[in-house]
């Protein structure tokens, strides 16, 4: 039967229930799993020629990281198809190497169901997943942590209200032409582009919306007005 849903998640979701439920629904998982001791030990068993070059979400060969497959990993109580995929990579400089980390490096595993052959595939799709938490962040900088209200509903509103300032706050990254803006975090957003001094001037029956010519970002706001008729979203 054909699978059209993947679900990505950390450690939090690796029980054996939760992927027996993914399982059951015909969901693809790719979930990671917590490291212990056995799998600690397991690791280590790993022949040094089974590892491959890791690639960035770009493509691009990952620098200091490998992957490979390890079926001794998988858990006993784990659904049937479930494969063990492990990325090995050399800590950057100043993180902290965990109790189970050896040889100088921090190793990672993910349990799978997916049949394609390709891991280094496999797993730079699940490394992707850290954009969830990006998004989380930026959620809370729009306020999803501050819920003003002691009214259930009050706050529903309020949550909605933060989904959609951080949609359009999505779509402005994507109109405006500047590498450092197009992944900027609210914060920054609000104090190059949204704290713009303007003044709403009506004339001849026309309402116009007049900006500071002499704020360094104006530019780029202006331009991203002009593109927005002709833009059109990419579809997910």
Known sequence: ML??????????????????ELAARNLVFNIRMRVTDAAC???????????????????????GAQVCEAPALVPAKAPPG???????????????????????????????NDTDDDIVALERFHRQHAQVENRIKQLKD??????PFKDLSANRVWFEQVLVASLLLAGLRVLID????????????????LHIAAKIVRH???VSLRLDQHWPWTPLIVAAHRRLPGWQPTPA
């Not at 699978?3 to 054996?16: E, F, H, I, Q, S």
């Not at 030990?41 to 620098?63: C, F, L, M, V, Y």
């Not at 494969?83 to 993180?95: F, L, S």
């Not at 500047?178 to 582009?193: G, I």
Request: charged residues 30%.
């Open 41 to 63: 030990d397991g690791i280590r068993d790993i022949d040094e020629k089974a590892w491959q070059p890791a690639r960035n979400t770009d493509g691009s060969i990952r620098q």
């Open 3 to 20: 699978r059209v849903l993947k679900v990505r998640a950390d450690t939090a979701a690796g029980g054996p229930s939760m992927l027996a």
């Open 142 to 147: 729009c306020g999803l942590t501050r819920m």
């Open 204 to 206: 001849a029956r026309q």
């Open 82 to 112: 479930t494969r063990a995929i492990v990325r090995r990579e050399r800590p950057h400089p100043g993180a902290k190497l965990r109790l189970w980390d050896h040889n100088g490096l921090r190793h990672q595993v993910t349990l799978t």
């Open 178 to 193: 500047d590498p450092e803006l197009s992944v900027a975090e609210p914060r920054r957003l609000r104090y190059t582009l």
